[in-house]
């Protein structure tokens, strides 16, 4: 017995729907990729090689002026498990602000939306910053400066997870920054004040008792925690909860996505 041609409807159009979503992302993150960086294959490179640059100075500086390690741990790995999480979370919180005002024009095509540019732009700057860890990382492998990670699925989840919460957290400045203009202003103040207290400088087993307890309640210690974990291994005594970085990524994205709607209206009839 043949099935009725439209029970199979539903399931051709979830797939169409998919490839077409697919396609979307894809021409969006093509675009911005020769926005910025022109049409050149080099200008391509330059997404990558950015958070390369930043990184490997950084190695650079520590090693001529600190000694190679600190808390009997390698010097140069502190530092790329501080700077590379860091690099990843400034670089997706900041496509956020203004990114719908921004993004007006591409409506016009019928098959975009806001939370298509949202999507495409967060997943080009996960996409180039891993592709520098990698970089980075097999490039410190190579000159024998650093040891292998001891996990690498508990540093992916790490990273992952800090990618997941940076992308929370631009989804709700993106609502933020449109719904008022005074938000903006305190967006890079609350970011220079973050990043001492993030988690880049220290692990919480450095910190004092007391102020452990305080330092557990900032979402991205968690992933600094873990992503060093995986590097470290039982070398270094870790505190993390997977779960409380995806709460706030979670509660975070479903703000941001939840109120498009009303931010779109605004920006049309702004």
Known sequence: MQPRPDAQQPEGSLREGFDAQTRVLGALIVRDLMTRFGRANVGFLWVILEPMLLVSLVLL?????????????????????????????????????????????????????????????????????????VAVYAILLTLQVCSPMKDPGLCAAGWFTMGYLSFGLASLLAILTEVSDT???????????????????????????????VAW??????????????????????????????????????????????????????
Do not use: K
Request: proline share 6%; net charge negative.
């Open 61 to 133: 500086v520590r090693a001529a002026i600190f000694p190679p390690y600190e808390h009997d741990l390698e010097m140069v790995v502190i530092v790329l498990t501080g700077y590379m999480p860091l690099t990843l979370y400034r670089h997706i919180t900041n496509i956020g602000p203004n990114l719908y005002r921004r993004s007006i024009p591409f409506l016009y095509h019928r098959h975009i939306t806001f939370l298509d540019v949202l999507l495409a732009r967060s997943a080009l700057e996960f996409a180039a910053t891993t592709a520098a860890l």
């Open 183 to 213: 938000a903006e202003r305190f967006i890079q103040p609350l970011q220079y004040i973050m990043l001492p207290i993030s988690g880049t400088f220290y692990m919480i087993a450095w910190l004092p008792s007391s102020v452990q307890e």
């Open 217 to 270: 309640y900032i979402p991205l210690v968690h992933c600094y925690e873990m992503f060093r974990a995986g590097f470290f291994g039982e070398e270094v005594q870790t505190t993390y909860a997977v779960w409380y970085p995806v709460a706030w990524g979670t509660v975070m994205a479903a703000l941001g996505i939840g109120l498009i709607d009303y931010v779109r209206d605004r920006v049309h009839t702004g």
